[in-house]
């Protein structure tokens, strides 16, 4: 017996006008464990395949390149003695008709500080339409390549004071906040992450940390990378010219009332003031074979970061993805990538 699958929001009636139907998964996603994870990237992939069109791809992958008659997953498509060959027709196969989203992890951490402690919180943050807080958040994460253990520190701090399970008790948890931030400035001092570590100020993150362990959902979870992930592939397929409908790998964290206020807030960059996000409709994997090669294209990028793989993927990565476009760590390093055009 399969239990009910768990998040979602369909479409409370037909959906009109223009519309794209994409199917994504995500490979990497750890939860709350974002600074010591075994994995340094989480991937978002979305294709925009028919169901027949993803059958046949998979079916050519198993018959031409032999393999596992089951639900095929990165590991083993890597590992294979054709991987090479393989690789290069798979992501030739879905040009422009797919995207990846990536998340540097500790990347997202820079971006929720300052989103979150140096702006009023909104679901926004840490997408497109909150990119004047960009440079600072890319300032405060270039910090981490000359200040060692003090980085680790505050990222650490910052996880212990917005976590929700266990929380800590406010005060003592912004001092240790604060303490950290002070041993990070001076650790990078002469850089631009000084500005942005001047910047935040105690009242405002005691005021930001009460709303969150009192569960004020109008913020976003604060180490949830999940969201943003899907607001900018929506708005990518959308191009503010239509809605997508997403069918995704069931994931718990996209619950109905986070998609309803992160709809409201994408209304922003909607087709005619209406959100991009047409409806998320959750499934099995196992049933859909378009659900199954976002999950292998997924897989692929999160584990393909040096070359040829990261030439190939450079294409298909979002322009919004949250990585060091001078590649300092990502899956492009170093690439400043196109992104395909959607059908």
């Given amino acids: 017996m399969r239990s009910p699958l768990q998040g979602g929001l ?25 600074l010591r994870s075994a994995t340094p990237v989480i ?7 028919t169901a ?41 196969t879905l040009a422009g008709r797919a995207y990846v989203h990536l998340v540097d992890k500790e990347f997202f951490l820079a971006t929720r500080i300052v ?10 943050a840490g997408t497109r339409l909150a990119e004047q807080h960009r440079p600072a958040a890319l300032a405060l994460y270039r910090a981490r390549h000359v200040a060692g ?45 000084v500005a942005a570590l001047d910047g935040l100020a105690r009242a405002q ?23 943003p992930a899907l607001a900018e592939t929506v708005l990518t397929w959308s191009g503010g010219q239509r809605q997508v409908l997403v069918v995704h ?15 409201g807030v994408l209304a922003r960059g909607g087709p005619a003031g209406r959100s991009p996000l047409a409806g998320l409709v959750m499934v099995d994997s196992r049933d859909d074979h378009r659900v199954q090669v976002a999950d292998l294209l997924a897989g692929v990028a999160r584990r393909s970061s040096g070359p040829p793989a990261g030439a190939l993927l450079a294409p298909l990565l979002t322009a919004t993805s949250l990585r060091d476009r001078d590649g300092l760590r990502g899956a ?12």
């Fill in 205 to 227: 993150v005691e005021a930001v940390v009460a709303r969150v362990h009192a569960d004020d959902r109008s913020i976003p979870p604060p180490l949830e990378p999940m969201l």
């Fill in 43 to 49: 991937t978002h992939a979305s294709v925009d395949l």
């Fill in 10 to 34: 369909p479409p409370t009636g037909a959906v009109s006008g223009a519309v794209v139907e994409i199917a994504c998964d995500e490979s990497g996603f750890s939860g709350t464990n974002l």
């Fill in 115 to 124: 989103d979150l402690l140096l702006a009023e919180p909104s679901y926004a």
């Fill in 149 to 193: 253990e003090e980085w680790d520190a505050f990222l650490g701090a910052f996880i212990d004071l917005v976590r929700t399970k266990r929380p800590l008790p406010i005060r003592p948890g912004v001092d240790a906040f604060f303490r950290a931030g002070e041993a990070l400035a001076r650790a990078a001092a002469g850089t631009p992450a």
């Fill in 332 to 343: 492009d390093a170093g690439a400043r990538p196109g992104s395909p055009r959607p059908r």
């Fill in 52 to 92: 027949a069109e993803a059958a046949a791809l998979i079916g050519e992958l198993r018959s031409g390149f032999r393999f596992s008659p089951h639900e095929l997953k990165s590991g083993q498509f890597l590992r294979s003695a054709r991987a090479g060959e393989a690789l290069e027709w798979f992501l030739a």
């Fill in 249 to 263: 790998d069931e994931q718990s964290a996209l619950t109905a009332d986070r998609l309803t206020r992160l709809g």
